[in-house]
Nanobody, 121 residues
Framework: QVQLVESGGGLVQAGDSLRLSCVASGRTFGIYTMGWFRQAPGKEREFVAA??????DFIDSVKGRFTISRDDAKNMVFLQMNSLKLEDTAVYYC????????????????WGQGTRVTVSS
């Protein structure tokens, strides 16, 4: 099994930045893609960004504002979020997959518990 633990969420004002971190532990061999999803109150969980050795993908609404990076030596993935907007408010979940980058929640094998991001005006 693989355990994912997120950190870095918090309450910020619109325009601020946050950096989310996720560390994977356990049987991490074989993890190929790591990514981030988010779920706002009353909405479905949605893809935000993911990265593998050969591909990186972002949803349009965060392009140019968010970046994703990995430190494979430490089994970590990061989501740098700049110019945060009110609509970025959500619980952010780290996800890991043995397959390639996909925007589908079903394509990920492991999930973290989430870290809350609240953006205020």
């Amino acid at each position: 099994q693989v355990q994912l633990v997120e950190s870095g969420g918090g309450l910020v004002q619109a325009g601020d930045s946050l950096r989310l971190s996720c560390v994977a532990s356990g049987r991490t061999f074989g993890i190929y893609t790591m990514g981030w999803f988010r779920q706002a109150p009353g909405k479905e969980r949605e893809f935000v960004a993911a990265t593998s050795e050969v591909e990186t993908d972002f949803i349009d609404s965060v392009k140019g504002r968010f970046t994703i990076s990995r430190d494979d030596a430490k089994n970590m993935v990061f989501l740098q979020m700049n110019s945060l907007k009110l609509e970025d408010t959500a619980v952010y979940y780290c996800a890991a997959s043995k397959g390639g980058v996909t925007r589908s929640t079903g394509g990920y094998d492991y999930w973290g518990q989430g870290t809350r991001v609240t953006v205020s005006s």
